[in-house]
């Protein structure tokens, strides 16, 4: 495929590496519930104490922390599998234990074992994130850099499709199934992984490069993409763009909940709000968001996104002052549904591009971490925050917070431009 036909998005639909991706964006998708809020409310039900409860929060780390072992995947071939190449190879390794442990999971039993039930789901968490490491160097490997907002926009519609059938689904089909009947209907639907993964063509660029020696090893598949990057012009102005894009994101989103409760929106309206209305809002960003990359460029879709993501944070400051509002309140949770799915394509898009293809899952894996830290860091924060300044306050803060980051991208984009790679 030419540069040319991949940056035509009339013709995506032909594309059927973009029917992959979302499938691959699904049954990436399908395991997060299973190890948190479906967890939890399972758990609950079955009267665990709330202080085990808790403690299942640390079970995600996992998906924080897969930079550690995402070298193994980039240097070391799948046991027994290594012919079907480096990325589906270790799809396939990994998706069938995936399904056994979510089907371990449906059969224990929380009430009388709970310990069973969260060394399961952490067995699932960490599957989870492994297979996110492979199907993000598959992502970055297989498509062009135009075609890659339209590759992630159909990875968050398959994502976000599966993060209903996994949460909500599950739920409701406990009343039907029972949980264990519910939770096993989602360990055969990853079953069928295997199957997306081998119907998915190998990407040409991805080789297993051997070393011998345990310390050649280490150099090259952990010292070396560090060394790699860094060595490349304006690599820490890009890390401190990076850490810092999401930094008013972070301290808006930790506290909407806290935020509309205060301002007297009830669990339904709320509940209204975030399912249904932020989901088509999240689906249409992030389509138009891919669709950006491909008409304007990894760099100008970044830049434009962004401006829309700060100016998005503007509707919580009319929320504010309009407490009990439900209109305000859907119009609040749409735009920042829509802006951040256009800003997530773009971003995505521009960490991608970043990634050389001798070690993409590594430095991938690294610059996602890294993209996270503001969550991790001061949107822990954010409460000390809202309560020293009030919500109007706080969400003026969370808006200047985005700018430092602004600052930096005008910056990249003149003078180390996403460099338009024209094939993989």
Excluded at 102 to 111: K, V
Excluded at 164 to 184: E, F, P
Excluded at 248 to 259: K, L, N, S, Y
Aim: glycine share 12%.
């Amino acid at each position: 495929m030419t540069e040319t036909d991949a940056s035509e998005p009339q013709r995506w639909y032909r594309d059927r590496r973009l029917w992959l991706m979302g499938a691959l964006g699904f049954f990436s998708g399908l395991p997060l519930p299973l190890s948190g809020f479906t967890l939890r409310l399972w758990l609950s039900e079955g009267g665990v104490s709330l202080g085990v409860i808790g403690l299942t929060a640390n079970i995600g780390i996992a998906y924080s922390l897969k930079f550690l072992w995402a070298p193994l995947l980039d240097d070391v071939p799948a046991p027994f599998l290594a012919r079907l190449g480096r990325r589906r190879g270790w799809l396939v390794a990994i998706q069938f234990p995936l399904a056994g442990a979510a089907a371990l999971l449906a059969l224990s039993h929380p009430a009388a074992a709970p310990a069973g039930a969260v060394v399961a789901a952490g067995l699932v968490a960490f599957l989870s994130a492994s297979q996110d490491i492979v199907i993000d160097a598959w992502r970055i490997e297989t498509f062009p850099p135009r075609r890659q907002g339209m590759a992630m926009a159909a990875y968050v519609w398959g994502y976000r499709t599966a993060l209903l059938i996994s949460g909500a689904g599950v739920i409701k089909g406990a009343d039907i199934l029972g949980w264990h009947g519910a939770l096993l209907c989602m360990a055969a639907l990853l079953v069928l992984a295997p199957v997306v993964s081998l119907l998915a063509a190998e990407p040409v660029g991805a080789r297993i490069v051997r070393v011998a020696g345990l310390a050649p090893r280490f150099f090259a598949a952990v010292v070396e993409p560090l060394r790699e990057f860094l060595s490349r012009p304006g690599a820490w102005l890009i890390l401190s763009f990076v850490a810092l894009f999401k930094l008013g994101e972070a301290m808006a989103g930790v506290m909407t909940a806290p935020f509309y409760s205060a301002l007297g929106f009830d669990r339904a309206a709320i509940a209204v709000a975030n399912g249904p209305f932020s989901l088509a809002a999240t689906f249409l960003g992030t389509g138009l968001g891919g669709w950006l990359v491909a008409r304007l460029g990894v760099g100008r879709a970044l830049l434009w996104t962004g401006v829309v993501q700060t100016a998005a944070m503007g509707m919580y400051l009319l929320l504010a002052e309009a407490p009990g509002a439900h209109g305000v309140l859907f119009a609040t949770v749409v735009a920042e549904g829509f802006a951040e799915g256009m800003a997530d394509a773009a971003f995505i898009t521009y960490l991608s591009g970043l990634c050389s293809i001798a070690y993409t899952a590594t430095q991938y894996a690294l610059l996602s971490s890294l993209a996270a830290i503001a969550l991790r860091t001061v949107g822990g924060l954010s409460g000390f925050l809202a309560a020293g300044l009030g919500w109007t306050r706080f969400y003026t803060l969370a808006m200047f917070a985005a700018l430092p980051a602004m600052g930096l991208m005008v910056v990249l984009l003149r003078k180390y431009p996403p460099v338009e790679r024209r094939n993989f």
